[in-house]
T-cell receptor, first 115, second 111 residues
Framework: ETGVTQSPTHLIKTRGQQVTLRCSSQ?????VSWYQQALGQGPQFIFQ???????GRGNFPPRFSGLQFPNYSSELNVNALELDDSALYLC??????????????FGPGTRLTVL | KNQVEQSPQSLIILEGKNCTLQ??????????LRWYKQDTGRGPVSLTI?????NTKSNGRYTATLDADTKQSSLHITASQLSDSASYIC??????????FGAGTTVTVRA
């Protein structure tokens, strides 16, 4: 186990709805990254939060947004859900010190199905 | 176009045999290259991490190599076990931290 937890494990939504996914990072970690993984594909970087601020974003539209809290847990919010948003959403926590990023530890993921 | 390409897409090997997975990347410059193992329905787990100046890194029966000149990396699995059945993902970290993931190689180990 990596110490990173995500909730819920599975979720079914309909097109146009909004969803919030949650991630609790490993103790001592200050950085959380979110990824979308379509079936049979590698994870795609959505964005990263470092000390409660967005610190880099992948090629995802603004309807994908996030938050990081003072305890370094994080939320991923997706508005106006589309069918193509169906995927496994992974969060990964790490501990960034002065320079490089430490190894990322992944949670088990949230499987989102949009109907 | 994905900046990290992995091959083969999938492979089947017999228990006890060795195999080598390939990763070619175009990301440059980069901070480090990692190999992850992802079991079906689970999050990826780190196997190895190498900076651009390292050539090889081992973790038990897993050995990763890196050739920064040709922008190639490989992951060698020795004496495969049934529990090695998983997807193996190559990840390159550029300096802006926007990690680039390969699509993965699915390894199936059969008894």
């Amino acid at each position: 186990e990596t110490g990173v937890t995500q909730s819920p494990t599975h979720l079914i939504k309909t097109r146009g709805q909004q969803v919030t996914l949650r991630c609790s990072s490993q103790s001592g970690h200050n950085t959380v990254s979110w990824y979308q993984q379509a079936l049979g594909q590698g994870p795609q970087f959505i964005f990263q939060y470092y000390r409660e601020e967005e610190n880099g974003r992948g090629n995802f539209p603004p309807r994908f947004s996030g938050l990081q809290f003072p305890n370094y847990s994080s939320e991923l919010n997706v508005n106006a859900l589309e069918l193509d948003d169906s995927a496994l959403y992974l969060c990964a926590s790490s501990r960034r010190t002065s320079g490089d990023t430490d190894t990322q530890y992944f949670g088990p993921g949230t499987r989102l199905t949009v109907l | 176009k994905n900046q990290v390409e992995q091959s083969p897409q999938s492979l089947i090997i017999l228990e006890g045999k060795n195999c080598t997975l390939q990763c070619n990347y175009t990301v440059s410059p980069f901070s480090n290259l990692r190999w992850y193992k992802q079991d079906t329905g689970r999050g990826p787990v780190s196997l190895t991490i190498m900076t651009f100046s390292e050539n090889t890194k081992s973790n038990g029966r897993y050995t990763a190599t890196l050739d920064a000149d040709t922008k190639q990396s490989s992951l060698h699995i020795t004496a495969s076990q049934l529990s090695d059945s998983a997807s193996y993902i190559c990840v390159v970290t550029p300096n802006d931290y926007k990690l680039s993931f390969g699509a993965g190689t699915t390894v199936t180990v059969r008894a």
